[in-house]
């Protein structure tokens, strides 16, 4: 017992070194805040953050492993960010859906959440500044984009400022105690889509109807009988419904890729980056083709190419391409003067610090 208390002592001591060092780092975030803001300068800094982590994890010795290094520092960086400002973001809406969840995942849980019925409507709330920033779900693993919200970087001059991976396990929830009452469904189309075959074995009897969100459907089932929601083990919570089935997805390793849209750029590197654009092209055979081959010359990764219809004449389309690099690249910028010279138009959409 006595070496149990003299370790308990140790402990104590480091204890307080922490605290007075963190309260320190507190401070001191506390000042570069103050600068930033006199200046204009944005207080979100997603690649400053990246690198504190990327370069704790290098110099961890053990015997913390890599996560548990990522989740200390992250709560530490967003704990001080809180001195220099809380922020408002928006996120699709209502309260307890998968998007709130990655908000607060990226931003911390003291920040203002204000949710929106609609993906344009978070863009909306951006571009008319009652938000710094918003966040929506753009891709998921199982059934693949988000179109409405590549759709609006077509309407809305907005920035993709970062960007999370969040895995997404979908229950199904009702007011019910058993899911043979069931006679009505509600979700989101990417939630049915990414349970079709619990939905087809197990609900083949019901109605499905969709609704703006999973919380939505959450929200809406609270109220009904016979009634039940695919959506989050929090969105029961919320709306006090008993959880009939848990992990109901088609796919285990079920991932949703959500991005941070605010109204500038990320244009400080951080070593390992993505960058967004999206272009219409001229119309001449081998075009397509043409604009690709710049990045394979200067050696960049495409890793996501997506054609949506330019909405300003038929047959016409965009399209939205990621890759791996920053804008400030050299090679980068060759690449980007070279298709530039092909275009009928051209955006950029952001730099920023890759999810993984």
């Not at 419904?241 to 605010?262: A, C, H, M, P, S």
Request: charged share 30%; hydrophobic share 35%.
């Amino acid at each position: 017992m006595n070496q149990i208390e003299n370790l308990r002592k140790k402990i104590n001591r480091i204890d307080l070194k922490i605290l007075n060092l963190l309260n320190r780092r507190a401070e001191i975030a506390k000042q570069i805040g103050q600068i930033k803001s006199s200046k204009g300068y944005q207080i979100y800094s997603p690649e400053r953050e990246k690198e504190i982590i990327q370069k704790m994890i290098k110099h961890n010795m053990g015997p913390l492993d890599e996560e548990d290094v990522k989740e200390i520092f992250s709560l530490i960086i967003q704990i001080c960010r809180y001195q220099q400002k809380k922020f408002k973001v928006s996120y699709l809406g209502p309260e307890g859906t998968f998007t709130q969840l990655a908000a607060i995942k990226i931003f911390g849980n003291r920040n203002i959440y204000i949710p929106k019925e609609t993906i344009g409507d978070v863009f909306y709330s951006v571009e008319k500044n009652e938000v710094e920033y918003g966040v929506v779900p753009v891709e998921n693993t199982t059934e693949g984009i988000v179109s409405h919200t590549l759709d609006m970087f077509l309407e809305c001059d907005l920035y993709i400022c970062g960007e999370l991976d969040m895995k997404i396990s979908h229950c199904l929830l009702s007011k019910e105690n058993s899911i043979k009452k069931i006679k009505y469904v509600y979700s989101n189309p990417q939630a049915f889509a990414q349970c079709k075959n619990f939905v087809s074995t197990k609900l083949h009897y019901a109605k499905l109807i969709e609704v703006s969100s999973t919380a939505e459907a959450a929200k809406i089932v609270a109220k009904k009988r016979y009634s039940a929601a695919i959506s989050s083990e929090v969105s029961a919570k919320i709306y006090k419904l008993n959880i009939l089935e848990r992990n109901i997805q088609d796919l285990e390793d079920n991932y949703t890729k959500f991005i941070v849209i605010g109204k500038h750029p990320i244009m400080r590197p951080s070593g390992k980056d993505k960058t967004s654009i999206l272009f219409s092209l001229k119309d001449r055979v081998g075009i397509l083709h043409d604009a690709l081959a710049p990045f394979k010359k200067h050696g960049i990764n495409l890793t996501k190419i997506e054609s949506r219809p330019s909405k300003q004449r038929p047959w016409e389309y965009v399209f939205f391409v990621d890759f791996v690099g920053h804008i400030n690249d050299k090679n980068v910028k060759k690449a980007i003067e070279e298709l530039e010279n092909l275009c009928t138009n051209y955006k950029f959409l952001g730099s920023y610090p890759q999810a993984k």
